[in-house]
Each structure stands twice: as structure tokens, then as C-alpha cells.
């Protein structure tokens, strides 16, 4: 286990990797561009790891302990201590890239460096480093507490030492490891978002309504969520992002995302992060949009 890890991004997934990995014992460098964003997800932390002890997942006990190790903050400097630092910000390629230029001025020479994209090329954001020997993909799934399951995937240049620490990582803190090679999307989205890009177009060419499409999937799949209740929980942009990796990468049709779903991100309808997507989510009962 990593005894001070940086995570850059306190979005839905970076917070939830502090909150697990603060738990699991470890210090916590949490750090996002907005303060007011590292408040919402310091009290997103402590109010989901409340939910946990409810249910008798944690120890009550367990709470504030772990949130003292949980420092925030918007300035790289913070990662001077940190053995491990994982980039968790936006599916951009672009983005990412940058914060990995600017993490590594930072970091101890001798730490490790990951990222939780779920979809990009490990081996590219590697090469854009100084260490790409020591760089693992680590992709969480959402939420990160509850999630079981963390892909692991390595890049041409990742050490065996580096992919055995990641792994020893992410099993201290409870999950199972799913091994993934160096394509777009890994395992979990490679098949994940073209099923939600069918059910988007299932919806766009009237086959069926948002409503009938989830309730099939539901009850004819025994998946425990609709595709486009899915869709809008991981939210919209995210969903386009990947898919749109997909297409590029490997270059096939099939990939293209649906024009209806374009449509909703131009449209800034992104799930349940804006209140509005497939569903509108203003109401205790979330009402379809179509």
C-alpha cells in the first residue's frame, strides 16, 4: 500500500478514490482547480462514509480518522510527499496530458504515476512523462467505495515492479483486479458504451420509449440499471468522450455515437450531475425527457 497519494481531480471519481484510499489507511493529497469543488467532495466523503457505518460497512470509529489524513488543496506543491499520484480529471486527452506535465515538476523523482482514464491510451499518457517505466493505468468504477472492481492496465513501457505495486494497491484496498491490455476502452467500456449507444439509438429511432428501453434491459437482462439510467448516472459528456474514442482509435462505424446523444451534451443535459438528461431529476421520482 502507498503510504501518501496524490489524487488530482476531486470529481465524483477523484473524490472517491481519496475516500477509499484514505480509508485503506493512506494520506490523501487531494487537489482540484476549485476550492469550492475540494468542499463539496470533503462533504460528499464524510456524508457517503456516514451511509457506509449505517449499514455497518466502516466503523463509525473509522470516520474521522480518516478524514484527517484527507488534505486538500489547489497547489501541485502539495505532491512533494507523495509516493504514488493518480490523475482522475476529465476524459480529455488533452487535459490530461497537461496535468501530467505539470504533476511530474512536483512529484518525488522516484514516485509512482497513474491514471484513472477510462478509455485512452496508457501507453501515449505514459510517453508524455518522465517516467513511463513507472506509470500504470488504474480505472476505478463509479461509485469508487462501493465498486468492486478496478482495471489495471499497463503500458508498453510499465514495469513488472511498477504493475505489481498497482496491483498490491488496489487489492489492499478490497477490490478485485481485472487485467486489461492497452486498447481503447479496456475491457468494461469496450463493451459497456456501445450497449449504451444502442439503447441511445434504439430511443432516437422511436424503436422504443426511455421508459420501455430501461424496463426491458431491467427485467430481460437482470441488469440492476436501464442503459440510459446508466448513461446519465456516469453522465452524458463522459459517455461521449469515450465513445468517441472508441470511434477514433479504431476506426469502426459501429462506434459512432448517436446523434441524440450529441444532441443532449450540446444541449448541456448530462445526467444527473445537471439535473437533466433522459430523466429530469427535479422531482424525488425521476420523470423521462422523451
Known sequence: MFKTIGVIGAGQMGHGIAHASALAGA??????????????????????????????????????PALARIKTGTDYALLSDCDMVIESATENEGIKRDILKRAIEHMPADALLSTNTSSISITRL??????PDRFCGCHFMNPVPAMPLVELIRGLATTDETFEKFRAYAEGLGKTVAVSEDFPGFIVNRILLPMINEAIYTLYE????VTAIDTAIKLGT????????????????TCLAILSVLHGDLADAKYRPCPLLVKYVEAGWLGVKTGRGFYDYAEETPRPTR
Not at 470533503?42 to 456516514?50: L, P
Not at 457505518?53 to 474521522?64: H, L, N, P, Q, S
Not at 437482470?222 to 459528456?237: K, N, V
Open 27 to 64: 494520506n490523501i493529497r487531494l487537489i482540484d482547480v476549485s476550492p469550492e469543488t475540494l468542499t463539496d467532495a470533503v462533504e460528499r466523503i464524510r456524508a457517503f462514509m456516514g451511509k457506509q457505518a449505517g449499514r455497518g460497512v466502516i466503523d463509525a470509529a473509522e470516520i474521522e
Open 222 to 237: 437482470r441488469h440492476p440499471l436501464g442503459p440510459l439510467e446508466l448513461a446519465d448516472f456516469i453522465g452524458l459528456d
Open 126 to 131: 505514459a510517453a508524455n512523462t518522465d517516467r
Open 206 to 209: 422511436g424503436v422504443g420509449t
